[in-house]
């Protein structure tokens, strides 16, 4: 009989974390995590001197409600509660969680293609905006720092690009930040935009200076 993965698995990191250059101002039960200690060391200045921390993180192992932008989010805030109960310290959601990765590209009608990426853009998020400010709220009430996989719709007056995004939580419930995939793989192109020299950063958190990749 197959063993059914944990929705939200957690891990114990010892480590110092790494410092970088920071930006600019910048379903069922998820009990019983996997927990285990890693030999992970990286570094931290706190008044000149190298601290060691433990740190508590979660990956969350769950799907979208797909193209659901308010169905999505209300499922974050449920794990985000979890994962408050569970006492991490930073919890990651996969790509492009909020609300769909586009797996559907070169297999589906081109009217279906098309209905489909209309739908990805209506449930795209702006940064900042309403959502994210529930987003906010909901990491300010676990206390758990967060970065959730996206699909972004750009800030600029009048553009529909759409980017695959990472946005990064802090605990205390403000942004600390976001980056954009540099450059969107083949017909990913279709539907992202490439990020630039902006994305290339860290984001200061409580627990450190933290940075983000996307594949």
């Known amino acids: 009989r197959p063993r059914r993965r944990a929705p939200l698995a957690a891990v114990s990191l010892s480590a ?10 910048s379903s069922g039960s998820f009990l019983g995590p996997a927990r285990r200690e890693l030999g992970l060391w990286a570094a931290r200045e706190r008044e000149g001197t190298m601290m060691q ?4 993180v979660g990956a969350a192992q769950i799907a979208p409600r797909f193209l659901d932008k308010a169905g999505t989010i209300k499922k974050i805030g449920q794990t985000l509660a979890e994962a408050g109960r ?13 609300s769909a990765y586009p ?5 589906v009608s081109v009217r279906r ?6 739908a990805m853009q ?10 994210t400010e529930e987003l906010c709220e909901m990491a300010r009430r676990a206390r758990v720092n967060c970065v959730i996989g ?3 719709q750009d800030d600029r007056p009048g553009s529909m690009t759409m980017y695959n995004s990472l946005l990064v939580i802090s605990r205390d419930g403000r942004v600390a930040g976001r980056h954009r995939k540099l450059m ?7 539907y992202w935009g490439m990020g630039d020299a902006r994305d290339v950063c860290t984001f200061d958190l409580d627990i450190g200076r933290l940075g983000g990749l996307i594949c």
């Open 16 to 25: 110092r974390l790494a410092c970088g250059s920071p930006c600019g101002a």
């Open 122 to 131: 209506r449930e795209s998020v702006r940064i900042p905006s309403a959502d």
């Open 184 to 190: 969107p793989t083949h017909s990913e192109r279709v």
């Open 103 to 107: 797996y559907w590209r070169g297999a």
């Open 86 to 98: 569970l006492g991490l310290d930073l919890l990651v959601f996969p790509e492009t969680f909020l």
């Open 53 to 56: 921390e433990k740190l508590k």
């Open 150 to 152: 996206l699909n972004e």
């Open 113 to 118: 293609e098309t209905e489909l990426t209309a």
